[in-house]
């Protein structure tokens, strides 16, 4: 009985963490883009060398960018950013290189699961941190 009851418990354990294992890692797929006060459009070109236009384009329904100045974490509006490009693995983290609008540039670091989505003609469009190369911002003039 003690066995039996053993072997119980052991697939009570098991079997969540075995569903989700394929999960780990991706976003879940949004039907909708959050609504965001201004309106960001976005040209991101991804590992791969593919490039998308987006409108709407934020972080995850914010407006911000959070990145990481050794340990402190640092949020830079969209209207401050021209470009970002992203470099090197370190860790979970990747090094950015953000250039802003008044022509200057930094480096920082940003979670490789940080979620950019946006809207592109015939649904939406999400993509991680960690498979993007190249992100321009562009706040149409009409906004």
């Given at each position: ?14 079997v969540?963490?075995l ?10 797929a ?10 960001f ?11 998308v ?21 640092v ?48 649904g ?20």
């Amino acid at each position: 009985m003690a066995r039996r009851d053993v072997i119980c418990l052991g697939m009570l354990i098991i079997v969540p963490c075995l569903l989700g294992m394929g999960m780990f890692g991706q976003p879940t797929a949004r039907q909708n883009v959050p609504e965001t006060p201004k309106r960001f459009d976005a040209t991101v070109e991804d590992l791969d060398g593919v490039t998308v236009k987006i409108t709407h384009a934020s972080y995850d329904g914010e407006l911000y960018l959070p990145v990481y100045r050794g340990k402190g974490l640092v949020t830079i509006p969209f209207r401050n950013i021209r470009r970002i490009e992203f470099g090197k693995k370190q860790g979970n983290r990747r090094e950015v290189t953000v250039s802003f609008q008044d022509e200057t540039s930094e480096v920082f670091q940003i979670d490789e699961n940080v979620l950019i989505v946006g809207k592109i003609p015939y649904g939406t469009y999400q993509i991680q941190a960690k498979d993007i190369h190249i992100l321009k911002l562009v706040q149409p003039v009409s906004e």
